[in-house]
């Protein structure tokens, strides 16, 4: 995937991120070229004259201003002030990740050929994109109704020039005209014609952007969820019943489904998780003095594929929403060709954000769900009561003299309480805005916002898991050794081993865990574990 074209049909999840994290080059296709340059050839010839009626944002004012004419000899100005009135985010600002998939969505967009603007102005915000120009965008500002007014604004006050504007370009924080300078994008000083700037700053276009890369992150976050719970499991030599294949089908969910077979996956090859492991009897282990088979082990073991399943079936409902989203025409006004061959503006509302609020809440929510059951498998470990004997708090010996992992696994319980606040729906908010005219809103960019914080946080989780199922299973190595690894699981563990050997005794606890949160958040685990044993579903 050397070049990603965008037709306004087919844009990918998958391609945003190659755009996005990869700097793939972006092109717009041809037949798309050739669409927006007939339409907006119609537009200049019949209605950039003083005769053509009101059309809102074209000939006349936005927002309450709407019934206000505004003559065409006035219109470059007007589309100046545009940009200067709604430049009215504040924060800090978006990471340049999030401000290449803004500008790579709002590209796709025009592909569409119904938002009426230049072909010259689309061919300097994907130069803009190709040469890395990075505009400022400030984060906070936009309440997902009139789609990204703001972000946006910011956006076209880079392409524009504009003085105040700023941008980064090969990493370095610049005023706009010198960062279109250095990047080669001349004229510095660039005049918006009509229906320019309000198709440039109306539309789902950020909060598509970020969502989009959330849920890209969300769904490898899902199989290294999967891949920490197979280390859990092998680490309390859990049984195995309860991923059987049947069990599953019968349930007719196909995220269950999906989940139990990774499991299967993961753990294949596995002797800690056969009962004649779970004969060794372990030191620590004083409620089974004497062997009894295990029979069922604890919801957060038992139940993984059932809660991950469902987790996996909501990020596929919101992935595929974002699918369509990224490959929508969603500013104001939209032109159409009618039967007559003749164009016609029509005002609606693709800008406002509700499908996106929906499913960005949904996918916090389901995240939260990985953290929760992870930090319980978490808890499990450290409890001899619970996971069969491991030594209290996975302390070296002697226990008392060293404490173990009592504290790393209380940040765990701290962030998914933090997760807990963070699911409260944006969606469900509401706040009235310029002077009612915006009287409904969808919060969408605050629940993007949020589930990001989500997958950040849950991140941390699955490293405090994998790193303290990795240091059980070498804590038994004495007993349990000439037991097997799943050939999935040994995959994780040897590649956290690369990086973090076991501790056997207290020692510096970040040592220990921000590499492996670090290889969490890189995608490292998932990544040999796949060269390793194929793809995971």
Known sequence: MDTIILDGQTLSIEAVVEVTRNFKIAEISQPCRDEIIKVR?????????????????????????KYLNIDMDQNDTFQNNLI?????CVGEPASEEVVRATMVVR????????????????D???AMLNQRVHPVIPIQGSVGASGDLGPLAHMVATLVGLPQAEAYYQGERLPAPEALKRAGITPISYQLKAKD?????????????????????????AKEAEISGALSLEAVRGEMAAFDDRIHQVRRQKGQIDSAS???????????????????????DVLNPEYKPRIQDVYSLRCLPQVQGAVRDNLAYASGLLEKEINAATDNPLVFWNEAGELEFFSGGNFHGEPIAFAMDILAMSLTELGNISERRTFNMLDPTLSYGLPPNLAGEPAGLNYGYGIIACAASA??????????????????????????????????????????????????????AAEAISLTEPQLGQFKLGNGTQAAFDC????????????YLPLQSEPVIKMIEKGNILDSVEEAIGPLR
């Not at 963070?422 to 589930?451: G, I």
Request: hydrophobic share 40%; proline share 4%.
């Open 41 to 65: 050839q119609y537009i200049e010839k019949n209605w950039m004259t003083s005769e053509a009626p009101p059309t809102y944002g074209f000939n006349t004012g936005v927002g309450k201003l």
């Open 84 to 88: 200067l009135s709604h430049c009215g």
């Open 107 to 122: 590209l796709n967009a025009f592909c569409q050929g119904v938002s009426g603007l230049r072909i010259e102005v689309i």
């Open 124 to 126: 300097r915000l994907l």
């Open 197 to 221: 700037c309000l198709a440039l700053i109306n539309g789902t276009t950020m909060f598509a952007g970020m969502a989009a890369l959330n849920c890209y992150d969300a769904n490898r976050l």
């Open 262 to 284: 990774n499991i299967r996956f993961l753990v294949a090859g596995s002797e800690r998780t056969t009962e004649k492991s779970r004969e060794v009897h372990l030191p620590h």
């Open 415 to 468: 962030i998914v309480s933090e997760n807990k606040t963070l699911c409260f729906p944006a969606s469900v908010d509401n706040v009235s805005t310029k002077s009612n005219q915006e009287d409904h809103v969808s919060m969408a960019p605050w629940a993007t916002r949020k589930a990001k914080s989500v997958i950040d946080n849950v991140r941390k989780v699955l490293g405090i898991e994998c790193m303290l």
């Open 496 to 507: 956290i081993r690369r990086e973090v050997e076991p501790a056997f005794q207290d020692s």
